[in-house]
T-cell receptor, first 114, second 112 residues
Framework: GAGVSQSPSNKVTEKGKDVELRCDPI?????LYWYRQRLGQGLEFLIY????????KSGLPSDRFSAERTGESVSTLTIQRTQQEDSAVYLC????????????FGPGTRLTVL | EDQVTQSPEALRLQEGESSSLNCSYT??????LFWYRQDPGKGPEFLFT???AGEEKEKERLKATLTKKESFLHITAPKPEDSATYLC?????????????FGTGTQLKVEL
């Protein structure tokens, strides 16, 4: 079956511009996570959605970062006024309700801020 | 503070030369120890989850083990297609979910 998909695969933007990244989870997966992977560093948790519950935003690095999810479908991660330190690969993962522990990752969006 | 440390950072093996990758961790409220494989330009691919000390899981040439402070990923008779970065992560409960804290990975290269 189809896995987690993300778009765009690559995004180059200028400092100060806003960007929007999209994640389509595996159909039926109730939990959705966003992570950031900077060069030479481990993946960092950003935000977690579970059904209609309030999201866990504890990993968002600043108020320039926000994310939304409609029900159990698509999620968008928005970065406002991008900075060079935002350059990274942004990864989305989803989990089924029956096994909320195992996360299945998408291919990521590589963001480059010039 | 929750921490995951992987060693070595990089490992070069000859085909058939078995070895082990290490993941040491300090975490309060462990909810699973996870191993992923990541190929260049791709997202992490799930390999194993371990929950309690003494637990072992196997898949093809890979075997993961867990103690109270560390996990090992043993690679037996590796092949070039096993070349990848292997990531270790610990799961921490977050409002019913499972926030993962990752190590920086071990980059494995298997040569003919």
């Amino acid at each position: 079956g189809a896995g987690v998909s993300q778009s765009p695969s690559n995004k180059v933007t200028e400092k100060g511009k806003d960007v929007e990244l999209r994640c389509d989870p595996i159909s039926g997966h109730t939990a959705l996570y966003w992570y950031r992977q900077r060069l030479g560093q481990g993946l960092e948790f950003l935000i977690y959605f579970q059904g209609n519950s309030a999201p866990d935003k504890s990993g968002l690095p600043s108020d320039r970062f926000s994310a939304e999810r409609t029900g159990e479908s698509v999620s968008t991660l928005t970065i406002q006024r991008t900075q060079q330190e935002d350059s990274a690969v942004y990864l989305c993962a989803s989990s089924p309700l029956t096994s909320t522990d195992t996360q299945y990752f998408g291919p990521g969006t590589r963001l480059t801020v010039l | 503070e929750d921490q995951v440390t992987q060693s070595p950072e990089a490992l070069r093996l000859q085909e058939g030369e078995s070895s082990s990758l290490n993941c040491s961790y300090t975490v309060s409220g462990l909810r699973g120890l996870f191993w992923y494989r990541q190929d260049p330009g791709k997202g992490p691919e799930f390999l194993f989850t371990l929950y309690s000390a003494g637990e072992e899981k196997e898949k093809e040439r890979l075997k993961a083990t867990l103690t109270k402070k560390e996990s090992f990923l043993h690679i037996t008779a590796p092949k070039p297609e096993d070349s990848a970065t292997y990531l270790c992560a610990v799961g921490i409960l977050t409002g019913g979910g499972n926030k993962l804290t990752f190590g920086t990975g071990t980059q494995l290269k298997v040569e003919l």
